[in-house]
């Protein structure tokens, strides 16, 4: 794919995000001859600083950037960081915008860009709509002369009705395929490896529906708490910040249609018609015997006393808000009717790792039951992080006379193809939207589908007394989230 001569310019370039992800990314891009000819950064916040200064607090003086690179990479840096700018702005002054336009227009015409300007909304969601209709105002929608794209962070809303809020004001000023949300789950490669497990390989696709599989389950745990994100974390809770924008996506993989062609809209329409056919739960009673949200508390890990949430900087004292989700729900349609699935998303747990468990139903005649075959035996564990890879479990007889089963691993990991280097999701998601290619990006019905799911999780854990429990920061969370999976099993503890 080209990627043409253009310009990102980033809305909250002062903020976390842009030194810890978006610089590191485009200076891997650049590192690996990925950049067009003609590119530059503009940043764009409220931080009165130089060029000078933008370009040593995220390029040349950031430990973000130091840490991913090697010595013999130093010597780029300072070529890197030439191509980086600044410019001071209010992003909700709209007088602030007049002079934004002349700075564009100056670096585009010095440095040859095209008039191809990506705008990177990496600012809480309350100003997209502010920074959108000033980019309007001041014609930067317009693709009469180059190409205009929009990306946004997620948190995307806070609720079905203000996503909906959301989609409405951004399309009042740029049009659906020019907005890229950003959901960086998309941009791992296990994540995208989902589909070609599925859909290329003909040992998998057969199995993958409610004839062969039992149950699914996904599980996404943090080592870290809140860390310094209290005060954000506190208004959004693990349902919104993890489960309704990553988890969902992953979930779309796994459950959608084959698409017609591996095409941005078809795999959008697939995924559109997946979530939709995510079965709401709207009774009190559904939600309370399906639903687990819990906080942890304050223990000690590995000699030293960690807090608990509602302990942490900025998190309210009596903050009801969960950093534990675990959800069970079934997916309505003919592929899934009536499998359960299992997804659970925490902070605060013993390790980090993301995996999906697709837990096959036992062979229908049993000759081996009595022989150490158990239905637990067959299971394709994709690994999303870390350890990427694949992990089949299936049962081998034990050499010797009689037929003793025993459990076997296939291990397949990525780490095996290390000739190939993994670009992280950031750099591979940027590089798409420089290239104009949204397969990895929620469409807005996709996200609204999403939170159509969340929303009635999210009331009824605001409206009824359900209860939040607690769990020892560094376990596998609350006791009693063993009984939502018990009619199965037990959760898989991926360290254990
Ligand atoms: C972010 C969430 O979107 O994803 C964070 O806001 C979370 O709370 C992070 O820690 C997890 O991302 P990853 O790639 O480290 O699994």
Request: overall charge negative.
């Amino acid at each position: 794919n080209k990627t043409e001569n253009q310009m990102l310019v980033i809305f909250g370039a002062s903020g976390d995000l842009t030194a810890r992800k978006l610089i590191p990314a485009i200076f891997a891009l650049a590192r690996d001859g990925y950049l067009p000819e003609n590119f530059v950064v503009l940043g764009a916040s409220r931080s009165p600083w130089s060029d000078e200064e933008f370009r040593e607090n995220v390029v040349t003086e950031s430990k973000h950037l130091r840490e991913k690179i090697d010595e013999s990479q130093k010597k780029m840096i300072t070529g890197f960081a030439d191509r980086l700018f600044y410019h001071e702005l209010s992003d909700d002054q709209d007088s602030d915008y007049g002079p934004l336009k002349k700075r564009i227009d100056s670096l585009n015409s010095e440095h040859h860009t095209d008039s191809n300007y990506i705008f990177y909304l990496s600012t809480p969601p309350s100003v997209y709509g502010p920074i959108s209709k000033n980019l309007h105002q001041q014609g930067l929608h317009k693709e009469d002369e180059g190409w205009r794209r929009l990306i946004v962070e997620k948190p995307f809303g806070y609720s079905l009705e203000t996503a909906k809020k959301l989609n409405k004001s951004l399309h009042q000023y740029f049009k659906e395929p020019q907005i890229f949300r950003i959901d960086h789950y998309l941009g791992k490669e296990t994540v995208q490896n989902l589909l070609v497990t599925r859909f290329a390989n003909s040992i998998f696709e057969p199995l993958w529906n409610r004839n062969y599989i039992h149950h699914i389950e996904i599980t996404n745990a943090e080592s870290g708490g809140v860390e310094k994100r209290g005060g954000y974390y506190d208004k959004s809770g693990a349902l919104r910040d993890m489960f309704q924008s990553h988890l969902m996506q992953i979930i779309a993989f796994v459950i959608m249609e084959p698409p017609l062609n591996s095409n941005a809209e078809q795999i959008r329409d697939e995924k559109l018609k997946a979530l939709k056919s995510l079965r709401v739960m709207t009774d009190p009673k559904v939600l309370h015997d399906n639903t687990i949200r819990a906080q942890y508390i304050s223990s000690v890990i590995d000699g030293e006393k960690v807090k608990g949430y509602r302990e942490e900087a900025d998190v309210d004292p009596e903050s009801k808000t969960e950093t534990y989700a675990a959800i069970k729900f079934f997916v309505d349609n003919w592929r899934w009717a009536e499998v359960p699935f299992y997804v659970r998303t925490a902070k605060r747990m013993p390790t980090k790792v993301t995996e999906v468990v697709i837990h096959f139903k036992t062979p229908h005649h049993q000759i081996f039951k009595d022989a150490g075959m158990s239905n637990k035996d067959n299971k394709l564990i994709i690994r999303i992080q870390p350890d990427e890879g694949i992990l089949i479990k299936f049962g081998v007889k034990v050499p010797g006379q009689g037929f003793k089963v025993e459990r076997a691993n296939l291990d397949f990991y990525y780490s095996g193809l290390a000739e190939n280097h993994v670009m992280e999701a950031y750099e591979r998601l940027l590089l798409d939207a420089m290239q104009g290619d949204a397969t990895l990006y929620a469409r807005a019905d996709e996200v609204e589908a999403a939170w159509a799911f969340v929303d009635p999780i999210l009331e009824y854990w605001k409206n009824s007394d359900a209860k939040v429990h607690g769990y020892s920061a560094g376990a596998w969370g609350p006791e009693n989230a063993d009984s939502l999976i018990d009619g199965v099993g037990m959760w898989r503890n991926p360290s254990e």
